[in-house]
């Protein structure tokens, strides 16, 4: 037929992923400037430069908008896998791997700790935590061997590879990497002692 004009469901599902995404990422960064629970439906849609109805049509619920911002900071975080600490390793190597890994991990999500901090208690956040809790308590068990079943090796190494511990460091001036080489260092001296 002609001057019929052909419809375009890729564009436009384009248009719709694009506006989500600025969606998302308006959230995100007032997230983390404010907060979860503080941070309004019209705070967003102001920093995403849309109408307060159109962040609605796509997250009808503050709660929606704030599990899909935290689960795409969960899927981009690249959580280390416990296999990269092999078990026949020295302790020493073993630990060194540990604090890289975990310190790299604490470099990559500065900002979901620095959100979980001003809002500990959403469900979102808490979700996140127990999965964050899953993998560093895999990686310490990975890392400390047989020496897991030790309450007070564990609690020591738990706090020399704590974001906070390392936080400290990095504060003082030091940089990350010699952070995670001073921590990796303490570990295995208390370790050995």
């Given at each position: 037929?002609?001057?019929?004009?052909?419809?375009?469901?890729?564009?436009?599902?384009?248009?719709?992923?694009?506006?989500?995404?600025?969606?998302?990422?308006?959230?995100?960064?007032?997230?983390?400037?404010?907060?979860?629970?503080?941070?309004?439906?019209?705070?967003?849609?102001?920093?995403?430069?849309?109408?307060?109805?159109?962040?609605?049509?796509?997250?009808?619920?503050?709660?929606?908008?704030?599990?899909?911002?935290?689960?795409?900071?969960?899927?981009?975080?690249?959580?280390?896998?416990?296999?990269?600490?092999?078990?026949?390793?020295?302790?020493?190597?073993?630990?060194?791997?540990?604090?890289?890994?975990?310190?790299?991990?604490?470099?990559?999500?500065?900002?979901?700790?620095?959100?979980?901090?001003?809002?500990?208690?959403?469900?979102?956040?808490?979700?996140?935590?127990?999965?964050?809790?899953?993998?560093?308590?895999?990686?310490?068990?990975r890392?400390?061997?047989?020496?897991?079943?030790?309450?007070?090796?564990?609690?020591?190494?738990?706090?020399?590879?704590?974001?906070?511990?390392?936080?400290?460091?990095?504060?003082?001036?030091?940089?990350?990497?010699?952070?995670?080489?001073?921590?990796a260092?303490?570990?295995?001296?208390?370790?050995e002692?």
């Open positions: 037929m002609p001057g019929k004009r052909s419809y375009r469901l890729g564009k436009r599902q384009a248009a719709v992923d694009a506006t989500r995404q600025r969606i998302l990422d308006a959230a995100s960064a007032a997230y983390q400037e404010h907060g979860i629970e503080d941070t309004s439906m019209q705070e967003v849609a102001r920093r995403a430069d849309v109408a307060p109805g159109t962040v609605l049509y796509h997250y009808p619920t503050p709660e929606s908008l704030a599990e899909e911002v935290v689960d795409s900071w969960v899927e981009s975080m690249e959580p280390p896998r416990p296999d990269v600490i092999d078990p026949d390793e020295p302790i020493d190597v073993r630990i060194t791997k540990l604090v890289v890994e975990l310190y790299g991990l604490y470099e990559r999500t500065g900002h979901l700790y620095r959100v979980y901090q001003k809002s500990p208690t959403h469900p979102a956040l808490l979700r996140a935590a127990g999965w964050w809790d899953e993998n560093v308590a895999s990686m310490l068990a890392g400390l061997g047989d020496r897991t079943s030790d309450e007070e090796a564990m609690k020591v190494i738990s706090v020399l590879t704590n974001p906070g511990f390392r936080g400290t460091l990095i504060m003082t001036g030091i940089d990350p990497d010699r952070a995670a080489a001073i921590a260092e303490m570990a295995i001296a208390w370790l002692d």
